[in-house]
């Protein structure tokens, strides 16, 4: 079995650690630091850990290691306990370097057993996550409601054991909302990777409740570490959230006034503004990402013109990226249009955010809403905000422009009314 052809995948899509034999008196000036475990980790969390020992060692990262090993019909013993932190397996060996799947968790130490009664916690709030409410009468009771949830994970399991279960609820309800997700998930399922390969998860966020998202996910050990926007003097940004002891990273998209910059102005109250990008249109028609309308986009490592050909087998369309770097290969599996609630839709025509006709293909024909994204290298671009937004709701033009053309409409409709009823003969 090759993992190139059953779901597009090099063994550098799965890389977690490298055991060397000797450590390079190179790497701290190349940026990796010590830890107190000894392992040598870099800043930049796509880059594998350097681990010290006898030999050397490549160690690559998968979600079931029992399945990995039937796939691959391989009948080797599994080091570590059920629900321990770290279970490895030995999937190939030879005089020079060995090769171990690593399924990992992040609670408790390699050979400590979980006990009964706090694993039977876990799996409560792990169904708890995958079946929450996501829809209410505010967004205000949404986070409400989440950030209860959340806060009973923490206080029974720890940041890092809940973040793991939240983050793998929220990727299981985007591919329950995005085909081309479930398509290529149940791909990677079928030998044990799961998603291992995932890259970034991206939600949108409207700009009054971009704090209340941070509270929750700051709950789950992430904090945000970057804001990047795109060129030019585009009002929207990305927020780079990242958890270390996940070592997961979360973008999230949302309005931003010219002078937010920092992640400090983004954890209080955030005063209203007028949309200027589709960033709160998507949000005002699917809902906050967090909620109802689930995560925007998944990026995950492949090799992009295999998957594409997996694809496209199975009849998802595709779309190639712009990329500035030209090693670096990107691309999109668009997902059907969405259906949107036509109360919403009223709403944003009567609020001057769609055009009549843009509103009425979206009643019509619904909207994309979520995608796959597929990229070659590790990290690339990761943070800046995505110049190809499929996704995003179509604008005719500027929002702010359109607003003013319609005040001048209903200025103008009402000068020529008065000076039609002026010369009214009756006023004669």
């Known amino acids: 079995m090759r993992l190139v052809d059953v779901c597009a995948l090099r063994l550098r899509d799965l890389v977690d650690t490298l055991t060397l034999p000797k450590i390079d008196p190179q790497l701290r000036r190349l940026g990796w630091r010590e830890r107190d475990d000894g392992r040598w980790r870099h800043p930049d969390r796509q880059i594998p850990d350097i681990i010290p020992g006898a030999a050397l060692r490549i160690a690559f990262r998968v979600q079931d290691i029992e399945r990995l090993l039937g796939a691959m019909r391989i009948d080797a013993p599994i080091e570590g306990v059920p629900y321990s932190s770290n279970r490895r397996a030995r999937v190939f060996s030879g005089a020079d370097a060995a090769f ?21 916690r876990a799996r409560l709030h792990q169904q ?4 929450r409410r996501r829809q209410f009468k505010s967004a205000e009771l949404g986070f409400a409601h989440a950030q209860r949830l959340v806060d009973a994970a923490v206080a029974d399991l720890g940041a890092s054991w809940a973040g793991r279960l939240f983050l793998q609820a929220e990727g299981e309800f985007w591919e ?11 791909r990677l399922r079928q030998i044990g990777i799961g998603w291992a390969n995932s890259d970034h998860f991206r939600y949108r966020s409207s700009r009054q409740h971009l704090p209340r998202l ?8 992430f904090e945000v570490k970057q804001i990047a926007r795109p060129a030019g003097d585009a009002l929207w940004g990305t927020c780079r959230a990242e958890n270390s002891a996940l070592q997961r990273t979360i973008l999230i998209d949302t309005d931003l006034a010219c002078d937010e910059n920092t992640p400090e102005q983004l954890r209080d109250f955030m005063p209203p503004t007028r949309w200027r990008s589709p960033i709160g249109l998507w949000c005002a028609m699917h809902g906050e990402s967090v909620l109802d309308g689930g995560i925007a986009r998944v990026a995950a490592l ?3 013109s295999r998957l594409r050909q997996i694809l496209e087998a199975g009849g998802i369309s595709t779309i190639d990226c712009r990329a500035s770097d030209p090693g670096f290969e990107r691309g999109l599996a668009l997902d059907a249009p969405r259906a949107v609630g036509l109360s919403r839709i009223d709403a944003l025509e009567r ?9 009425d293909d979206y009643r019509l024909n619904g909207v994309i809403a979520s995608t796959l994204q597929y990229h070659n290298q590790d990290g690339a671009q990761v943070g800046a905000p995505d110049p190809d937004d499929f996704d995003l709701p179509a604008l005719a033009e500027p929002l702010e422009a359109r607003r003013v053309e319609s005040a ?3 200025i103008r409709t009402r000068v020529r009314s008065l000076a039609a009823y002026r010369a009214s003969p009756a006023l004669d």
Request: charged share 25%.
């Open 214 to 221: 941070l509270r929750v996910l700051g709950k789950l050990g």
């Open 351 to 359: 609020a001057g955010y769609l055009p009549r006709d843009i509103a």
């Open 176 to 186: 329950r909302q995005c085909y081309p997700g479930a398509y290529v998930g149940n």
């Open 302 to 304: 492949f090799d992009c």
């Open 408 to 410: 001048k409409r209903r």
């Open 100 to 120: 171990d799947a690593v399924q990992q968790g992040s609670w408790g130490a390699a050979d400590e057993a979980i006990g009964a009664r706090k694993l039977r």
């Open 128 to 131: 708890i996550f995958r079946t």
